[in-house]
C-alpha cells in the first residue's frame, strides 16, 4: 500500500496560466475526491469520481476547472487561466465505495502571482 | 446543503488533560463520521472513523456519535504536545464528504 500520491507538492504559476495537478490513489480504491484548502478553513469539495464517471462537482466549482479519471485509475485536475484567488492547497483523497475511510495524499500547494 | 460546524478553538489545553472536541452536522442521512488531525502545512491524516451511536476507542482517543442529536465528539486522554493540531470532523452520507472548519488544539507542556 503505497498510499494516495500527489504530485507536484508544490506550483508556482503567472496569473492566466493553465495548471494541472495529478492524483494517484490507492490501486484498490474506486472513488477519488478532489478538495481545496485555504489558511483557516476545512477542505472544500470540488468534486468526486466513483471508477471513471465522475459523479458529483461541488456548484461553486467554476467553469475553469476540469478534472478527468481515465479508464477510473489516476486523476487529472486541470484550472485554465489561473487567479490569484485559486492559490490554495489542492487535496486528492481516494476510498473504497459506501462509507469507508477516505485517505488524503500530501496535496499540492499552488500559488498564482 | 450539507453543514458541519466545529468550534474553531483554539482549545488551550494542559499536558496530561483531556481534549473534548465538538461537531454538530445538518445532514440526517449522513451514515459515517470521520475524525482527521492535520498539521500545519500537513494534508488531513485519518484518526478515527465511527459508525454507529455509541463510543469507539482507539487508543488515546475516544469518538462518540449520537445521531439523534446530529452530534460527533472526539475525546483526546493524556494529551501531549505532540497533539496540538487543527482537528476535523468530516461526514459522509451516499456520496461527498463534508468537512468541518475544524478545531485548532493547544497543548501545553
Redesign the interface.
Given at each position: 500500500d503505497t498510499g494516495v500520491s500527489q504530485n507536484p507538492r508544490h506550483k508556482i504559476t503567472k496569473r492566466g496560466q493553465n495548471v494541472t495537478f495529478r492524483c494517484d490513489p490507492i490501486s484498490e480504491h474506486n472513488r477519488l475526491?478532489w478538495?481545496r484548502q485555504t489558511l483557516?478553513?476545512?477542505?472544500?469539495?470540488l468534486t468526486?469520481f466513483q471508477n471513471e464517471a465522475q459523479?458529483?462537482k461541488s456548484r461553486l466549482l467554476s467553469d475553469r476547472f476540469s478534472a478527468e479519471r481515465p479508464k477510473g485509475s489516476f486523476s487529472t485536475l486541470e484550472i485554465q487561466r489561473t487567479e490569484q484567488g485559486d492559490s490554495a492547497?489542492y487535496?486528492c483523497?481516494s476510498?473504497r465505495d459506501g462509507?469507508?475511510?477516505?485517505?488524503?495524499?500530501?496535496?499540492t500547494r499552488l500559488t498564482v502571482v | 446543503q450539507k453543514e458541519?460546524e466545529?468550534n474553531?478553538g483554539p482549545l488551550s489545553v494542559p499536558e496530561g488533560a483531556i481534549a473534548s472536541l465538538n461537531c454538530t452536522y445538518s445532514d440526517r442521512v449522513s451514515?459515517?463520521f470521520?475524525w482527521?488531525r492535520q498539521y500545519s502545512g500537513?494534508?488531513?491524516?485519518?484518526i478515527m472513523?465511527i459508525?454507529s451511536n455509541g463510543d469507539k476507542e482507539d487508543g488515546r482517543f475516544t469518538a462518540q456519535l449520537n445521531k439523534a442529536s446530529q452530534y460527533v465528539s472526539l475525546l483526546i486522554r493524556d494529551s501531549q504536545p505532540s497533539d496540538s493540531a487543527t482537528y476535523?470532523c468530516?461526514v459522509?452520507g451516499y456520496?461527498?464528504?463534508?468537512?468541518?472548519?475544524?478545531t485548532m488544539l493547544l497543548v501545553s507542556p
Open positions: 475526491y478538495y483557516g478553513q476545512g477542505p472544500e469539495f468526486y459523479l458529483e492547497m487535496l483523497a476510498s462509507g469507508y475511510e477516505a485517505f488524503f495524499g500530501q496535496g | 458541519v466545529q474553531s451514515q459515517s470521520f482527521y500537513k494534508s488531513p491524516e485519518l472513523s459508525y476535523l468530516a459522509k456520496s461527498t464528504l463534508t468537512f468541518g472548519k475544524g
